[in-house]
């Protein structure tokens, strides 16, 4: 309901409720409900002058009426529109009549590709007396069944009864003769409605409910009209609209109980499916073999996550999996009205997560139970203790220390790429790419250090000192994806794979020189600048910028650039948050 607080019915669907102000009101006037069925005489005639399009009655009339003057009345008016629409009603009662009401092909329907399971549940059907029938447009069937929980939630748009097709209330404004079934939608008029294996539609509701008007209201305003007074509820605002008229007092027993509303009338539950299928917005079930396989993969990748190494990053980071399964649950159900079935996904989530979390607990104590026991008669103490825990620092320095900025570049998805792409494809793309990029960045006077597989790490400032070395860094980096994106235009066109890739900037103080052993010496950087920059280069897979620069850069070229912040950020290695930002253009 949250999510659809600004969900809005379609306006051409309206209710006209027999409401308990006006069962007060009438009461007085024309005796107890059921009242005369003259008394809707004037609200056709008024719904005909306004040009409503179609009239529905979620009301039965299924009896003979005592006064004959009023039947007429009735019967006289609707013989003047061809727009009216009586509903019938099946039950699971054994009927004492079981002869076949006389107009049921009034509420026949032919479906292609129907495939009727099993027989029908429904033995009894209850139709307008003759005369109404008769007269009628249609005769949908308003047969409708609550969940196991009492609530109603679905809606059938069709119902088997003996060896007939007969139509529910929410299909009849989209009868057609070519209405076709391709397995759970129905094609008709233009429409896809989406129903369940069981022929029902399942109901997107709308939290401020459907546009309602007091029979009561309707009627004083028809009596103003013919007195030649300006009405409560002018005509013309039901122009060209489906009309329901239905009862929602609450003596009349027609309310029922939804997810949105504990006492809703049965006629807002029919209007609220109408509007469903005018704006295509019925809902979906996730099919069977989606869950199936978000409980397989979450039952399997999970365990595989955790237990693949003892941290509690990870422990923290696996709990992102129902975040991003209530995200995507979220996401489905508010742009493509689908819900997804994850109760059991999350059950299933936690259940491994805690088992894996626990054998990671146990299996750590007997490792280290046995790394004491191996090396305790070899190692100190520390030693013994940095062991256990699995903690290693090897960091050489070498060089002088300066101030330099440093960019990282990588390809994204690049081992996919490897795998699904063809090996001549991939190394023809990588010279392609890196040629493209060194000359960038020599072109704005930096210095490449090396390549890591398909990442590109170089500095500026060294080893020759530059002005706006963070500046240039930044061009450098904008250029980059400007010359991808000519690139990627020109694989495109010559059918071959493209490629997107992200790129981290920081400025600081860094070790530099000729680092290596004394045969393969290489010039380059090592510190924790170095670490950060490769840190945030990361975090473009986690945002929409694909060049994000750290607050250090960002201080030395704010002057010269627009800069937007992205956000504060933890990275390995840092206590702090890292502020980061994206650059925008000149300033």
Same mark, same amino acid.
């Given at each position: ?31 107890? #409900? ?9 609200? &056709?005639?008024? *719904? ?37 629409? $009586?509903?019938? *009603? ?7 009549? =079981? ?23 429904? /033995? ?32 059938? &748009? ?10 529910? $209330? ?13 397995? %759970? ?13 069981? !022929?029902?539609?399942?109901? %997107? ?22 007195? !030649? ?105 508010? #742009? ?18 805690? =088992? ?12 280290? /139970? ?46 996919? *790429? ?57 061009? =450098? ?45 290489? #010039?380059?950087?090592? !510190?924790?600048?170095? %670490? ?5 280069? =990361? ?14 850069? #960002? ?5 010269? &650039? ?10 390995? !290695? ?14």
């Amino acid at each position: 309901v949250h999510l659809r607080n600004d969900a809005i019915p379609d306006k051409s669907v309206k209710l006209i409720l027999i409401d308990d102000a006006s069962v007060n009101h009438l009461s007085e006037i024309i005796g107890r #409900y059921p009242w005369p069925r003259g008394i809707y005489a004037p609200i &056709l005639d008024f *719904l005909a002058q306004g040009g409503a399009k179609e009239i529905y009655f979620d009301i039965l009339f299924t009896e003979e009426e005592e006064s004959l003057a009023s039947h007429l009345e009735f019967l006289n008016e609707i013989k003047k529109h061809s727009n009216i629409n $009586f509903a019938g *009603l099946l039950t699971k009662d054994y009927p004492v009549d =079981a002869s076949q009401p006389k107009f049921l092909s009034k509420s026949k329907i032919d479906i292609k590709n129907f495939r009727q399971n099993g027989e029908s549940k429904y /033995q009894t059907i209850y139709h307008p007396i003759v005369p109404i029938a008769e007269y009628a447009q249609r005769i949908p069937m308003v047969t409708i069944e609550p969940d196991a929980d009492g609530r109603y939630r679905e809606i059938p &748009l069709y119902i088997t009864f003996q060896d007939h097709l007969l139509f529910n $209330f929410p299909l009849g404004p989209f009868l057609s003769d070519d209405m076709e079934k391709d397995k %759970n939608v129905i094609l008709t008029k233009g429409k896809k409605i989406p129903i369940n294996d069981h !022929g029902k539609l399942i109901i %997107n509701w709308y939290p401020k409910g459907i546009q309602k008007f007091s029979f009561s209201g309707i009627l004083s305003s028809w009596q103003s009209l013919k007195q !030649g007074k300006p009405p409560i509820v002018s005509p013309n605002i039901f122009k060209n609209s489906i009309v329901i008229i239905g009862a929602s007092a609450v003596g009349l027993h027609d309310l029922k109980s939804t997810p949105i509303h504990s006492h809703l009338p049965g006629p807002e539950i029919q209007a609220t499916a109408i509007s469903n299928i005018i704006q295509n917005s019925g809902l979906n079930l996730s099919p069977d073999w989606f869950n199936y396989l978000i409980i397989l993969l979450i039952i399997s990748l999970c365990p595989y996550y955790v237990l693949r190494k003892t941290s509690i990053k990870r422990y923290l980071g696996a709990l992102l999996v129902p975040i991003l399964l209530s995200g995507i649950m979220i996401v489905s159900f508010s #742009y493509f009205n689908t819900i997804l079935i994850i109760g059991t996904a999350l059950t299933g989530f936690f259940l491994s997560y805690i =088992a894996a979390i626990g054998y990671n607990s146990f299996s750590e104590y007997l490792e280290k /139970q046995k790394v004491k026991q191996n090396f305790s008669m070899y190692v100190s103490p520390k030693i013994l203790k940095e062991l256990s825990q699995n903690y290693k620092t090897i960091q050489p320095e070498l060089g002088k220390e300066k101030e330099v900025t440093i960019l990282f570049s990588d390809i994204r998805n690049f081992t996919s *790429l490897t795998e699904t792409s063809p090996v001549n494809q991939i190394i023809s793309l990588l010279n392609e790419y890196f040629d493209a990029m060194i000359e960038i960045i020599q072109e704005y006077d930096g210095t490449v250090d090396k390549f890591i597989g398909d990442a590109v790490m170089a500095f500026w400032n060294a080893p020759v000192e530059c002005e706006n070395h963070s500046l240039l860094a930044v061009k =450098a980096a904008m250029r980059m994806q400007e010359r991808l994106v000519e690139l990627n235009e020109q694989w495109q066109k010559e059918d071959r794979i493209t490629i997107t890739t992200g790129i981290g900037i920081n400025t600081g103080n860094c070790i530099i020189g000729n680092i290596g052993s004394r045969r393969r010496v290489n #010039y380059t950087l090592i !510190g924790d600048s170095v %670490n950060a920059t490769a840190r945030l280069e =990361a975090l473009c897979k986690q945002y929409p910028d694909n060049i994000l620069i750290s607050q250090s850069t #960002y201080d030395q070229i704010k002057d010269q &650039l627009n800069c937007e912040f992205i956000d504060n950020v933890h990275v390995k !290695g840092k206590k702090e948050a890292l502020s980061i930002y994206a650059p925008r253009g000149t300033s």
